[in-house]
């Protein structure tokens, strides 16, 4: 009988440590693993075809991440966002979904999605996966 009560506990940690590794494992392999870097307007452009390709990789995906990160659409008319990312792959009402490639583990498409609101950039993240595609 004491056995059955020392027993519980170590079963309760286990599952704990299970889960716990379960979800490392899950938020590890379905985050993104591009490095962000610098966005660069002339090579966003050149990349628009690139992303949409068969096995692109993930083409635009650092140059996303710093606009993400940066809040560097924050406020932009939609005009303006046009004009420096180009052509957007999806226009919905209030957004814009741009590809970027395949930005994670299993091979789906990933997007940068701007959000406007009033006219003006009130949010820009990346979307997994792209549902625009």
Known sequence: ???YHM???WT?????????CASFLYLNFTAMHEQEQPFNAMQWRSLSHEARLNDPGC??????LFLSNNHSLA????AAVMELL???DTVLPNQFHFS??????????????VIFK??????ASIAYPASDF
């Open 75 to 78: 406020g932009m008319p939609q």
């Open 118 to 123: 009033d006219g003006k950039v009130s949010q």
């Open 100 to 113: 970027l490639g395949q930005c994670h583990w299993d091979w789906r498409y990933s997007s940068l999605v």
């Open 59 to 64: 083409v635009r995906g650092g140059m996303a």
């Open 7 to 9: 027993a519980r506990p």
């Open 86 to 88: 180009g052509e957007a």
């Open 12 to 20: 309760c940690i286990w599952v704990i440590a299970l889960v716990v």
């Open 1 to 3: 009988m004491v056995w």
